[in-house]
């Protein structure tokens, strides 16, 4: 199974390097830069600068993700199982869900400045409401006579969320996580532009400004790996706890 994945991933890879390759020589100009030169770019700056703005955007992804899991995983909980407690928080919910998180970023920096918690924040308002639906309508969705035996035997409400929500609700849980994993991403760039030295977002502006499209692209490719991490991570954790859910 590792074997084949992996496989896949280098199918992907290569086939991205030789569309990629096609397009640079026929365009033939410095902003499409060979992907050979760009990888060589990256080997040799990403000790050097890349690799400390890479920690930054990482650390600022899961610190978020760590919050909006804490926070969100327990309110969908809550939630899901207890009508009055949706009752109560579905309004809430449902009036600052919709609105777009980068909307919020000037509030946020003029409230808080452009420091690392405005950043943190960010990442955590685009993840926590995926968590808290994704959660909630999991829960909604096992049938109620299953929780009636575990009642009747004396079962706690420990009892019920580890042998009956926790495996239910789990892989929307991560499904969840993955969805809003890009947008979380697609924001922290944006606001790397902002009162920070550090991150992937400054690195790869930084090297535009410079017209050094070589490192930009080595910045763009780095950050995709970055992407690629995460995801990998959460199939690995969905792999090792959905073992009862197989794919086909």
Known sequence: MKKNILFSYTIAAVGIFIIWQIIATLANVAIIPSPVLVLETLINVFFSDIKIHAFYSLARIVVGLF????IGYPLGLLMGYFKK??????????????I???SLLPIVMLIFGVGEFAKILMIFLIIVFQ???AVRDGIREIP???????????ASYKNIFIYALWPSVLPKFLTAIRVAMATAISVLFFTETFGTKYGMGYFIMDAWLRV????MYAGIVALSYIGLFIFGFIDFIENISCRW???R
Do not use: H, M, W
């Not at 919050?67 to 804490?70: C, G, H, Q, R, T």
């Not at 407690?85 to 869900?97: E, G, K, M, Q």
């Not at 050094?212 to 490192?215: A, D, I, R, V």
């Open 212 to 215: 050094n499209y070589l490192e």
């Open 131 to 133: 968590v808290v639906i």
């Open 67 to 70: 919050l909006a899991v804490l």
């Open 245 to 247: 859910q197989k794919r």
């Open 85 to 98: 407690c949706d009752r109560f928080f579905s309004p809430l919910v449902y009036l600052t869900y919709p």
């Open 144 to 154: 109620k006579e299953t929780f009636y035996p575990l009642i009747s035997l004396g």
């Open 100 to 102: 777009p998180k980068i």
